[in-house]
């Protein structure tokens, strides 16, 4: 009984781990990115994917995103707040090459040819950099350095196998970055 108690808080913990956006938020957000909601939505018409949705989330590393199992399509504010119409509408052209081509096609040439088709660039990796990394990971004895959006524990350098340590990455060019021990 107790068990079943622990496994289920658990399961309650790890399931609000992921950062969904509430109707609240969505309602906020869709208002903010209306001109992008109604393309994304008439875009969607014309490609007979009524049953499909335009969703937002808070993604730093990657524009958009089709789930097929949701039916929708969802896009990185972070992204529709820093990009060109252009970018977004290869973008919205690139997720939708996706819904039409099915699940388990990836960025093959099935895929390829389909988002040519429909106007889409082609492209599969963007170069924007719409969201900076929160942290810089560096080895304690100084061997490198990176930039990087999560802290991970236990890591060891690859070159000295000594300490991996983290310190925030402030975007102003007065401030100054202090190490965080925290996570080691």
Known sequence: MIFNIIKNSRFKLIKNKKKNISKNKFEEYKSEFKNFYDEANSKLQQFNLNDWKVT????????????????????SIYFLRNSSSFDLNDTLLHEISHALVGPNQGHNNIWKKKALSIGCTGKVYHSLNFSNPGWIKYCSNFCWEQKCYRRKQNL????????????KNYVSSNSTNVPDKSLG
């Open 156 to 167: 060891i350098c690859k070159i000295c196998r000594s300490e991996v340590l983290y310190k």
């Open 56 to 75: 937002f989330d808070y993604a730093k590393r990657r524009a958009g995103a089709c789930i097929y199992s949701k039916k929708e399509l969802s896009f």
